[in-house]
Structures are given as C-alpha cells and as structure tokens.
C-alpha cells in the first residue's frame, strides 16, 4: 500500500484515540508500506506552518524510517502529467496517484480526488 499525506497528517494531528487506532492498524495490515517523496514535503511543509522545524523532522524522519519512500522517476513524472491533465488534479495528488498506479498498489487517503487508484480508508 501507498500512504498519501492525508494519511500521515491524520496520525500525526489526530486527538481521537479510536480513530488514531484505526489508521495505524492499517499501516499494520500493509505488506510493504510505501510513502511518496511528495508526501514526506508535503508533511514536512504543513507542519511547519502548524507546528515547528523540529516536529516537521522528527515526522519526516519517522515516515523515512517506517515506509519505503518512492521518489519521482521520470516515468512517474509523465504518468502524473497524464493524470493531472485528464483530472484538473494537483500536482501533488497527481504524482502520487501516478506512484500507487507505477506500484500497482491501493493508497491509503481519503481524498476524493483520488479516482485512478483504488482508495483504501478507515470507515
């Protein structure tokens, strides 16, 4: 499974236990937990804006650690053009749906842009 910032930014600002519970039990289920390079910025920016320098890197290393990080090949990159120019998609969520589409694996988020991909999130 491919897990999308939303994913992350879930865990990391939740205030509900269950819910917290529920999303890591999905990581648990992944075989091999995979995260963008998108992902990790995206993660790393927000948090700055949130929070601080240190808790962005203490949250950019901890995804480094417990995923697989897939950075942007090139043909990731034109797979993610191709999405974007299909869907009026960001950037971002292009080159992330374009990363779960190259693993050929579902991902985690519950964003509706995501529709070239099978979705997978806490009910």
């Known amino acids: 499974m491919l897990f999308e910032t939303r994913y992350f930014w879930a865990v990391f600002t939740s205030r509900d236990p269950e819910r917290t519970k529920k999303l890591e039990a999905l990581f648990e289920k992944a075989k ?3 995260a963008s390079s998108i992902s990790v910025y995206e993660v790393y920016k927000l948090t700055i804006e949130h929070d601080d320098k240190a808790v962005a890197e203490i949250r950019a290393r901890t995804i480094a650690k417990e995923y697989t990080i897939v950075d942007v090949s090139a043909e990731i990159a ?16 292009s080159l992330i749906m374009a990363t779960s589409k190259n693993l050929r694996v579902s991902c985690v988020t519950d964003d509706p842009h995501f529709t070239e991909v099978k979705r997978v999130w806490i009910d």
């Open 32 to 34: 091999t937990p995979h």
């Open 78 to 93: 034109e797979e993610g053009a191709r999405i974007s120019h299909r869907l009026r998609t960001p950037m971002a969520d």
